[in-house]
């Protein structure tokens, strides 16, 4: 069964360094997305993206944060300058659009720390 | 802005029970879906919900779209210990894609 992967599994990084994640969508779904969880928290929406462009993005989202889809197959999140506040568990999730779209399937998430 | 709060926050329960949780929301969701998180893992989807009304059952899961469409219902038969996790609704802000989950419902089967 195909499913949503994510690398690195974790991510240990210094205050103030950018960090990529890179998640790999099913291959034919068309909507992609990142949710963060915070430790003991609920999962919060970030971004959603769709035909090479953001489609929503939440408050958290600000100038820090960005997606790309460089190839037809990954999707990355990155942040620029990470803060102290950033460590979470990011996840990766993708849909297939129209009568599929609302079945958003995630990926495993990679854990970002920030020391 | 739209919230989804989940109840029971916990619940301990004996293995064979069945479990019921539910979620509520202030505004309509014309989606629901279920989720269930394991310790670092990412949620999986359990059950989609598209109509108001609607029952879906998957295995031993039942769950079930609220007429309201400001409610749904998860429940659980026969609960194994394999059972164990987080359980999160979730649904699209009206008109978007933006997904809001609830505050989770953490289950724990005691054998």
């Known amino acids: 069964e195909p499913e949503v992967t994510q690398t690195p599994s974790h991510q240990v990084t210094q205050m103030g360094q950018e960090v990529i994640l890179r998640c790999v969508p099913i291959?034919?779904?068309?909507?992609f997305y990142w949710y963060r969880q915070i430790l003991g928290q609920k999962v919060e929406f970030l971004v959603s993206f769709y035909n090479n462009e953001i489609s929503e993005k939440s408050e958290i989202f600000d100038d820090q944060f960005s997606v790309e889809r460089p190839d037809g197959s990954n999707f990355t999140l990155k942040i620029r300058s990470t803060k102290l506040e950033d460590s979470a568990m990011y996840f990766c999730a993708s849909s297939g659009g129209g009568g599929m779209g609302p079945r958003q399937y995630f990926g495993p998430g990679t854990r970002l720390t920030v020391t | 802005g739209q919230q989804l709060n989940q109840s029971p926050q916990s619940m301990f329960i004996q293995e064979g029970e069945d479990v019921s949780m539910n979620c509520t929301s202030s505004s309509i969701f014309n989606t629901w879906l279920w989720y269930k998180q394991e310790p670092g893992e990412g949620p999986v989807l359990l059950i989609a919900?598209?109509?108001?009304?609607e029952l879906t059952s998957n295995g031993r899961l039942t769950a079930q779209f609220g007429i309201t469409r400001k409610d749904s219902f998860l429940n659980i038969s026969a609960s194994i210990p394999s059972d164990v996790g987080i359980y999160f609704c979730a649904g699209p802000a009206a008109g978007t894609y933006k997904y809001i989950f609830g505050t989770g419902t953490r289950l724990k089967v005691l054998a």
């Open positions: 919900l598209y109509k108001a009304g």
């Open positions: 291959s034919n779904h068309l909507y």
